[in-house]
């Protein structure tokens, strides 16, 4: 049993740590089961539970069983927190909270089957706005402070971050990215700085693979996005340049954020689209339904909503209206509009109705 009250950061001894070799490809033994908490190879005896999640005898050794254990973590977290990255959380009172995992589970909305490899799912989850953190019941003690230090990150930012500043600055879509992925590097940052590298170090390979194989989400853009202009710091020095003291914390235009259809809005990553010369991105998926010449399928379309707007609305047009087709430039001109377009989602339609009183001609 270990004593919570010397021990508060458990961290795995020196010898084990040298042992251990890290690299790039840490988590590609297909043969190994890797603990779903701290990421450890297992070798002898490993815990399941009953959702799927495969515990080490070292992690179980160190399960947080009751709110005492669970606020004395939060305490010692914080107060590191405070610390490494010079903050202060603005007196503000956190309500620490226990749950059960299927209580838990309900409140992240979050489902996971886990595998073999290693399955990483948060234990903590803060609501900042109610300034309550939820603690899994039963989690290990290193892998909660990791991702309690995330989740504090996530109030820390609810405290001093005004939202529509993050939105005007990096668009609405990459609001999660901002946040997030600050969290996420604050955490590795932090186990580097108190004596959990080699945990840091997996999880910074963990998000490198989910990078490199394109398992892509904004915690992992995020990460990358971080990591490269506040590069991870291993030695126990004063953190100089931390997004914590700077606002806004990433540079635009963001390189690794995301990029939107300005036809269908979906979120783009690397690949998948194609830039107009407008500037105007098109997702492969619109760019294979789009009309480009005045062929059966334009005629078809049009045809379809002549139709349907007369019959939904119950109008009648006095006469069909004469169809061009124009290009991009030209369109751009007749409709009066300039713009520029940004890697988010441009409202900007893509029919000009121009009126010519002589000739009575609708353009399409
Ligand atoms: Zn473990
Ligand atoms: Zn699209």
Not at 19 to 44: L, R, W
Not at 50 to 55: I, L, S, T, V
């Amino acid at each position: 049993m270990v004593n919570y009250q010397r021990n508060v950061l458990y961290f795995r001894n020196k010898e084990i740590m040298e042992q251990e070799k890290i690299n790039s490809d840490y988590f590609d033994n297909p043969d190994v089961h890797y603990c779903d908490f701290c990421a450890a190879k297992m070798t002898g005896d490993f815990e399941t539970l009953k959702d799927g999640r495969e515990m080490c005898t070292l992690c179980h050794s160190t399960k947080l069983d009751t709110l005492e254990q669970i606020e004395e973590v939060y305490d010692f977290t914080v107060s590191k927190m405070r610390e490494t990255f010079s903050i202060d959380f603005k007196d503000s009172r956190i309500r620490v909270q226990m749950v059960e995992t299927e209580i838990f589970n309900q409140i992240k909305e979050e489902c996971l089957v886990p595998t073999q490899g290693y399955d990483p799912m948060s234990v903590a989850l803060a609501v900042p706005n109610q300034r309550v953190l939820y603690i899994e019941k039963g989690s290990p003690k290193f892998v909660t402070i990791g991702y309690m230090v995330r989740e504090m990150t996530n109030i820390w930012q609810f405290l001093n971050w005004n939202p529509t500043e993050i939105i005007s600055k990096y668009c609405g879509n990459n609001f999660t990215l901002v946040c997030e992925g600050m969290a996420v590097w604050a955490e590795i940052q932090f186990m580097y700085l108190n004596k959990g590298s080699s945990y840091a170090q997996k999880r910074e390979i963990y998000y490198e693979k989910l990078y490199k194989e394109e398992k892509i989400n904004q915690y992992v853009l995020g990460f990358k996005e971080y990591k490269e202009l506040y590069p991870f710091k291993e030695e126990d020095t004063k953190l100089r340049k931390t997004p914590f003291q700077k606002f806004p914390p990433l540079k635009t235009p963001l390189k690794y954020g995301t990029i939107v259809c300005d036809f269908c809005q979906k979120i783009l990553y690397k690949k998948g689209f194609q830039v107009l010369r407008d500037g105007r991105h098109i997702c492969d998926t619109c760019d294979s339904t789009a009309l480009k010449k005045m062929d059966d399928r334009f005629y078809q379309l049009y045809d379809k909503v002549y139709k349907k707007m007369m019959l939904c609305f119950n109008i009648n047009f006095e006469k069909q209206p004469i169809l061009s087709m124009y290009n991009t430039r030209l369109i751009a001109r007749m409709a009066g509009k300039r713009f520029v377009p940004t890697p988010r989602f441009v409202n900007r339609a893509g029919a000009a109705a121009v009126r010519k009183k002589k000739r009575g001609n609708n353009v399409i």
